[in-house]
C-alpha cells in the first residue's frame, strides 16, 4: 500500500513539474494547452500500455525509455502484479498469475523495476524543475506590451474650434514628442478653459451648430431626470451575523437630478458614495437589487428596451474583442445598433465622422489586442469604448471613470474627445475619481455624493468653480480654499465624514434646505413633463437589425476574431498534423494486421488515443477563446446589440469548417499511414466519426464554459469528466467486463460510441477467422462481439447517438449563453 501511495505521489510531482516546465516554455494559455495535450499523448501513447512494448516500431522505442509515465507505470505494476494474491498459478500455467499478466503486455517482471521505475521519476521530478527555473529565468513574454503608436499626429487636421469648453489643443510638437511634460498640459488646458463659462456662449452653440450639421446622421437629443431614486439590495448574511436585523442594505438614499444636452456633468463622491452604482441604476446595468423612485426620458417614464436604443454605456474596463481592427469594432457596433432603414453607404460615412470627432484615424487598422498584453494602449482603448458606443448614434451618453489610469497626457487627449462629443448636442455624465484641475474644469455641472448614497452638490460648476466654491465656503466653519489649490480635492476633503462630525453638520441636510436645491426641484419637475407635440420612445422591435443580420454580423466578427487567431486556429492544425504523423509512424500498417486479438487491440489502441488526445486538446483550447468573447458579448447584449441566439449560434457554426479542414488532415494522413482498408466507405466512416467527435468535444469545451462563472471553474469541471469518459471509453475496460450496475454510464459515456462507431465501420463486417492468441478460430467480427460487444448491424443507432451529441452540446451552449449572465453588478 505504501509504496503504492509512493509511486503515485511521485507521479504526481513529475506531472506537476511537466505541466510547469511547458507552461513557462508557452508562455500563452492556448499554446500551453496545446503543447501539454501533445506531451501526454506522446508520454500516454509510449507508455507500453495503448501499444506493448514488444509492438512499439524500431524507429520510436527510444520514446518508449525516455517516457516518464512508463517508469510511474512499471512500478505501480510490478508492486501490484508480484503481490501475494497473485501469486497462485492458472490452470495450464507454470508461471504465477501475476507473471503472466505482466509477461502478456510486455511489461518487466523483476521487483527490482518498482525501484528503478521510483528512481526514473524521481529524476524526472529534478530535471523538469530545473527546465522550469531556466525558463522563468531567460524566456521574455511573447509579442510585445507595447501599444500602437500612430506616425501621425495626435491632433490631425484639428481647428481650434474644436476645443471649446475645457477640450485639449497640443502642438504637433508637443504630441509627436515622447517627453511631453504635465505642465505644458496644463497650461495648454488652462488657455483653453479660460474662456469657458456655466452658461453655454454663443461660440458653443456656434460650434454645436456646425457639428451638427456636420453629422450624416441626426438624432433626437434626450434629458434624463430622476426624482427620490431608492436602490437596495438584500442585506449580505455577514452584516446579518453582525446584529443588523434589518432585511435590506440601502445604497442610494432618494437621490434626484436632471442630465441636460450639451451639458458636461461630473458624478463625484469618496469611495463607496455611490457613483457607479447611480450610473448602473439609470442605465438599466443592474443585475440584481431593488429600484425605487421616478427615472424619465424627456418627460416619459423610461422603458429599459427603448432606452437601451437610445443611450450608451462607456464602461470602466475597456471590453472589445482582441483580434479585430478598430475600424471593424466601429463597423460591427453601427451595423448591429444602426436602424435598419440606415444604407450601409451612410453608415460608413457615420463611421468616418465619429473616427474624426474621437481621433482614431491613425489607428483604423490597429488590432485592438488584450490589455496590457498587445495592441491599442489604455488611452487609445478609452477612446475606441467611447466611439463604439457613438457610432450607434445615442442621446445619452454614460462614462464610467474615463480617465482612470492614465497619465496626464492620456488623459487629456481622452477629455478632449468626450468634450467634443458633449458639443454635439448630446447628454453625457462621467463618474470621475479625484481629477486634476484641468479635467474637472472641462466639466459644466456636478453631480456630488457623500459615503451612504445621498447627493451634498447639485448644480454649476463655473468659471474656475467658483459657483462651486462660494457654495461650500458659504457654511459656517468650512475652510476657505487656498489660492491655486485643486477645487475636486478641496471640496472632497470638507465634505468627509469626519468633517461633518467635527462641524456638528449633515451636508445632505444642508443641500436639501439649500436655494440650489429648490431650483433643482423645479428643472426637475419641469423637465419631467413631456415637451408639447413630443411623442414617447417607440420602437416596433426589440432590436435594431432582423434575427438574420444579427446572426450574419456575429459571424462575420467571429470569422475575423478566429482568422486572426493563430494561437488557436494554427497552433490546432500543427499539432494535429504532427499527431497523425506520429501515430502514422507508431502504429504503421497495424490496420491491415487481424492475425490476434492484440492486433486488434492495437489498431482500437490507436483510434482511442486519437479520438481521446485531440478531443481533449480541442475542448481544453477552445476554453480561453470562449472565455474571452463571453466577457464582450455581456457588455454587447447589454447594449441591446443582438440577442443571445445569434452570438451562440455564430460561435457553434464558426467552429465547424476549422475542424471540417482538422478531421480532414488527421484522416488522410492516419489512414493512409495505419493501412486501414481503401474502400470509399470505410474512409468516408472514419472521416465522419473523428469530424463529429471532435465537433462534440469543441462543444463540450464551450458548454463548460457557458454553465461556469470563469475559466478556472470550466476547465475543472470538464477535466473531471475527461477522465471519466477515458474509464468508459470501452478501451481500458470492454463493456461485457464492466460491473452491471456501471453499464448505464457506458451508454452514455460519448467516446464509447465513437470507438464503437470507428471500430465496427472498420472492422465490423469482416469475417476473417483469428489464427493466433486466446480467441482462435473466432472471426473478427465474433471477437468484436464477444470481446467488446460491438455490432456492425449497430451502426445506424451508432450515427445517430453521434450526431446527437454534437446537437446536444451545442444547444447547452446555446441556451445556457442565453439563460445565464455571470456578471453581477
Known amino acids: 500500500l505504501f509504496r503504492q501511495y509512493f509511486a503515485l505521489v511521485l507521479a504526481n510531482q513529475m506531472a506537476s513539474g511537466l505541466f510547469r516546465f511547458i507552461a513557462a516554455t508557452a508562455r500563452n494559455m492556448i499554446v500551453a494547452n496545446t503543447v501539454g495535450s501533445f506531451a501526454l499523448l506522446v508520454l500516454f501513447a509510449l507508455s507500453g500500455f495503448v501499444l506493448s512494448r514488444d509492438d512499439i516500431k524500431s524507429w520510436w522505442i527510444w520514446g518508449y525509455w525516455i517516457s516518464p509515465m512508463m517508469y510511474g507505470q512499471t512500478a505501480l505494476m510490478v508492486n501490484e502484479f508480484r503481490g501475494n494474491q497473485w501469486s497462485h498459478s492458472l490452470p495450464g500455467s507454470t508461471e504465477a498469475a501475476g507473471i503472466d499478466v505482466l509477461k502478456s503486455r510486455d511489461f518487466f517482471q523483476e521487483p527490482k523495476w518498482y525501484w528503478i521505475g521510483v528512481g526514473g521519476l524521481i529524476g524526472f521530478i529534478i530535471l523538469f524543475n530545473i527546465f522550469f527555473t531556466v525558463a522563468l529565468t531567460y524566456l521574455n513574454p511573447f509579442g510585445s506590451s507595447r501599444a500602437v503608436i500612430s506616425e501621425q499626429t495626435e491632433s490631425h487636421e484639428q481647428t481650434d474650434g474644436i476645443g471649446v469648453g475645457g477640450s485639449i489643443q497640443l502642438t504637433n510638437n508637443e504630441s509627436s514628442s515622447n517627453n511631453v511634460t504635465s505642465s505644458a498640459i496644463q497650461e495648454e488646458v488652462q488657455r483653453s478653459i479660460s474662456s469657458k463659462s456655466s452658461s453655454v456662449t454663443e461660440a458653443t452653440i456656434g460650434t454645436i451648430s456646425i457639428k451638427k450639421k456636420g453629422m450624416v446622421l441626426p438624432f433626437e437629443p434626450h434629458s434624463i431626470t430622476f426624482d427620490n431614486v431608492v436602490y437596495s439590495v438584500d442585506m449580505p448574511q455577514e452584516m446579518k451575523e453582525q446584529g443588523i436585523t434589518e432585511d435590506r442594505l440601502v445604497l442610494l438614499k432618494g437621490v434626484s437630478g436632471a442630465f441636460r444636452p450639451g451639458v458636461l456633468t461630473a458624478l463625484m463622491g469618496v469611495s463607496g458614495a455611490g457613483k457607479t452604482t447611480l450610473m448602473d441604476v439609470l442605465a438599466g446595468r443592474k443585475t440584481g437589487g431593488y429600484i425605487d423612485g421616478n427615472i424619465t426620458i424627456s418627460g416619459f417614464p423610461k422603458k429599459q428596451e427603448t432606452f437601451a436604443r437610445v443611450s450608451g454605456y462607456c464602461e470602466q474596463n475597456d471590453i472589445h474583442s482582441p483580434h479585430v481592427t478598430v475600424y471593424e469594432s466601429l463597423l460591427y457596433s453601427a451595423w448591429l ?21 474621437v481621433e482614431l484615424n491613425p489607428l483604423r487598422q490597429a488590432i485592438v489586442g488584450l490589455p496590457g498584453v498587445n495592441g491599442l494602449s489604455t488611452e487609445q482603448r478609452k477612446r475606441l469604448t467611447i466611439a463604439v458606443e457613438l457610432v450607434a448614434n445615442p442621446s445619452i451618453i454614460f462614462m464610467d471613470e474615463p480617465t482612470s489610469g492614465l497619465d496626464a497626457r492620456a488623459a487629456a487627449i481622452v477629455m478632449r474627445t468626450v468634450r467634443n462629443t458633449v458639443d454635439t448636442g448630446r447628454t453625457v455624465v462621467c463618474t470621475i475619481h479625484q481629477p486634476s484641475i484641468d479635467i474637472f474644469e472641462a466639466f459644466d455641472e456636478l453631480f456630488l455624493m457623500k459615503r451612504g448614497g445621498q447627493e451634498i452638490y447639485v448644480g454649476p460648476l463655473g468659471h474656475h468653480s467658483k459657483h462651486l466654491i462660494k457654495y461650500f465656503e458659504g457654511i459656517q466653519g468650512v475652510s476657505k480654499i487656498k489660492d491655486g489649490y485643486n477645487p475636486a480635492t478641496w471640496m472632497l476633503e470638507v465634505t468627509t465624514t469626519a468633517q461633518e462630525l467635527a462641524l456638528g453638520v449633515d451636508f445632505t441636510d444642508i443641500y436639501k434646505n439649500s436655494d440650489l436645491y429648490r431650483r433643482n426641484k423645479v428643472l426637475i419637475e419641469d423637465l419631467s413633463k413631456p415637451a408639447p407635440g413630443s411623442k414617447e420612445l417607440h420602437f416596433p422591435t426589440q432590436y435594431s437589425q432582423s434575427f438574420l443580420t444579427q446572426c450574419v454580423a456575429c459571424l462575420w466578427k467571429q470569422h475575423w476574431s478566429y482568422w486572426r487567431n493563430p494561437p488557436y486556429t494554427a497552433v490546432r492544425f500543427l499539432f494535429t498534423t504532427v499527431i497523425a504523423l506520429m501515430f502514422g509512424t507508431m502504429f504503421w500498417d497495424l490496420g491491415s494486421k487481424m492475425n490476434s486479438g492484440q492486433d486488434l487491440t492495437n489498431a482500437m489502441g490507436s483510434m482511442y488515443a486519437a479520438v481521446l488526445f485531440l478531443g481533449v486538446q480541442n475542448s481544453s483550447s477552445v476554453q480561453p477563446v470562449v472565455v474571452v468573447e463571453r466577457t464582450v458579448f455581456y457588455r454587447e447584449r447589454a447594449a441591446g446589440m443582438y440577442s443571445a441566439m445569434p452570438y451562440a449560434i455564430s460561435q457553434v457554426i464558426i467552429e465547424m469548417p476549422y475542424i471540417f479542414i482538422q478531421a480532414a488532415t488527421y484522416g488522410l494522413i492516419v489512414y493512409a499511414m495505419i493501412g ?19 465537433l462534440y468535444f469543441t462543444f463540450y469545451g464551450m458548454m463548460a464554459v457557458a454553465v461556469t462563472p470563469n ?6 469541471v470538464s477535466a473531471a469528466f475527461y477522465g471519466i469518459w477515458n474509464l468508459f471509453s470501452g478501451f481500458i475496460i470492454p463493456r461485457p467486463s464492466m460491473p452491471v450496475w456501471w453499464q448505464w454510464y457506458y451508454w452514455a459515456c460519448p467516446v464509447a460510441w465513437t470507438l464503437n462507431g470507428l471500430f465496427v465501420s472498420q472492422f465490423g463486417d469482416i469475417k476473417t477467422p483469428l489464427e493466433d492468441g486466446d480467441f482462435v478460430g473466432q472471426s473478427v467480427e465474433q471477437y468484436l462481439r464477444s470481446r467488446y460487444g460491438f455490432r456492425h448491424d449497430f451502426l445506424g443507432v451508432v450515427v445517430a447517438v453521434i450526431l446527437g451529441f454534437a446537437v446536444l452540446f451545442a444547444s447547452i451552449f446555446t441556451v445556457s449563453i442565453k439563460l445565464f449572465n455571470f456578471q453581477r453588478r
Do not use: D
Not at 440606415?342 to 474624426?356: D, P, Q, S
Open 711 to 716: 475559466y478556472h471553474i470550466a476547465s475543472i
Open 676 to 694: 486501414f482498408e481503401w474502400t470509399a466507405a470505410k474512409f468516408f466512416w472514419y472521416l465522419f466519426f473523428m469530424y463529429f467527435t471532435l
Open 337 to 357: 445598433r444602426l436602424p435598419a432603414e440606415v444604407k450601409a453607404e451612410t453608415r460608413k460615412m457615420f463611421i468616418e465622422e465619429v473616427m474624426e470627432l
